[in-house]
């Protein structure tokens, strides 16, 4: 071992001057504060996808960067978005003489343990933050090992030297949830969510669960500001359309920086008819477009609860945790997500409310391929669908009264 770290120091190597700095990342990220740059603003009534608005966030932070974030998608490259954060960098893959400003690696094909096990490692000096991206089907389950490895890394890392933070890596688990096309029950995974979130040590590892693509930027800048080791963004394929949030009345996209957030309003001035909590872009477009104007055409007071990160809401004070959403809103809530319900009992714990949630796997089976449309009706979380089973849950909830802390 001497001998090998004597032959390597006799080639005097040195960072090269131009090289990364992932400084001005971290400090763009802590100063962000929901603020999105101009550049990465998005039209109301423009059609994009969230995959493409990460894309464009990680494309930013790499500049700012000088080329921090390396990339690996095996042939997802372009398909997962995961490209548009090595546009301005040199085309092809990085090769340390002939192709050294390329931030983009070729890592053995179609293989996520392999591109996560190197990107972990190469995030784990610190120069650099590795960024891998594949279906999330296949990067959560196969990235699970290298992301508790790394985690464990470190942890000791942090156990010798306590004021040093994490070395992030971001693991991309894109084309999430059942909106994934015609590759069916194999890509199209619900239940990739359940792998990573809440399964690491608090401060760890960070998902997040954006809905609509103006929630990457504050999502992605909250989760590097507080430097947990590993950070998965979960997004979806299909373009959807860029929504007027202040016209309809529903909460800013910044507010999505807390993890858990009221999404809209129940009127105060009228006894409240329930708490729905949505998780994941599928279910929640399909909310806001398709069942919210049914439950406003029936006039019920709803109150509705975004999750868009479960750990970026554990990292809150227990104060601010209570305030945003109180164990009586938890014990009222029925939920409605595009993911396993486990992924709900945080969020909704009463027996009525959990047996009335809506999930992809009500009908006991994987669900079929086809279009999202058909896919989330198979399911029964097409907007109708959510509309009458909220309506159902509305009227049991005044059978049986609830509790006066979540009117």
């Known amino acids: 071992m001497s001998e090998s770290q004597e032959r390597l120091q006799r080639h005097l190597r040195r960072p090269r001057e131009d090289g990364p700095d992932l400084d001005p990342l971290f400090e763009t990220a802590a100063e962000a504060a929901g603020k999105v740059p101009a550049e990465l603003a998005l039209e109301v009534g423009s059609q ?20 921090g974030l390396m990339v690996a998608s095996a042939d997802l490259v372009g398909s997962t978005s995961v490209g548009n954060a090595v546009a301005g960098f040199p085309k092809g893959y990085f090769h340390a003489t002939s192709n050294p400003g390329s931030r983009l690696l070729s890592i053995g094909g179609i293989c ?5 096990g190197l990107l972990s490692g190469l995030s784990a000096y610190g120069r650099h933050i590795g960024v ?8 959560a389950p196969l990235g699970h090992i290298a992301a508790r490895l790394h985690a464990i890394g470190n942890q000791a890392r942090r156990s010798l030297s306590p004021d040093e933070p994490n070395k992030p890596v971001i693991f991309v688990c894109a084309h999430a949830g059942l909106k994934t096309g015609e590759d069916g029950p194999t890509h199209a995974d619900p239940q990739a969510l359940q792998l990573l979130q809440q399964n690491f040590p608090t401060g760890t ?42 016209e309809r009345g529903l909460a800013p996209a910044s507010a999505a920086t807390t993890g858990v957030y009221e ?49 970026l809401f554990d990292l809150l004070p227990t104060a601010d945790q209570e305030r945003i959403y109180p164990q009586a809103l938890a014990d009222d809530a029925m939920g409605i997500t595009g993911f396993t319900l486990p992924t709900l009992y945080r969020w909704v714990s009463s027996k009525l409310g959990r047996e009335m949630s809506l999930y992809p796997f009500m009908q006991g089976h994987y669900l079929g391929s086809g279009q999202a449309e058909a896919v989330l009706r198979e399911a029964g979380l097409d907007g109708r669908s959510q509309f009458e089973e909220i309506r159902r849950y509305v009227n049991e909830r005044r059978r049986i009264g609830p509790s006066d802390d979540s009117r």
Request: aromatic content about 6%.
């Open 263 to 311: 999404l809209l309003h129940a009127d105060p001035v009228r006894p409240c008819d329930g708490t729905i909590v949505l998780q994941g872009s599928g279910v929640t477009y399909a909310f806001v477009e398709e069942a919210l104007p049914l439950i406003e055409q029936e006039g019920l007071n709803r109150r509705v609860i975004y999750i868009a990160s479960t750990e």
């Open 48 to 67: 994009t996808t969230l995959r493409a608005a990460l894309g464009d966030v990680l494309k930013l932070l790499n500049t700012k960067s000088n080329g």
């Open 205 to 246: 590892m960070v998902t997040l669960t954006p809905w609509d693509p103006q929630e990457l930027w504050p999502l992605m800048t909250t989760a590097l500001a507080h430097r947990p080791a590993v950070i998965a963004p979960f997004v979806t394929r299909p373009a959807e359309t860029v929504i007027d949030r202040l």
């Open 112 to 116: 996520e343990d392999a591109a996560t």
């Open 132 to 139: 891998g991206s594949s279906y999330a089907a296949f990067l």
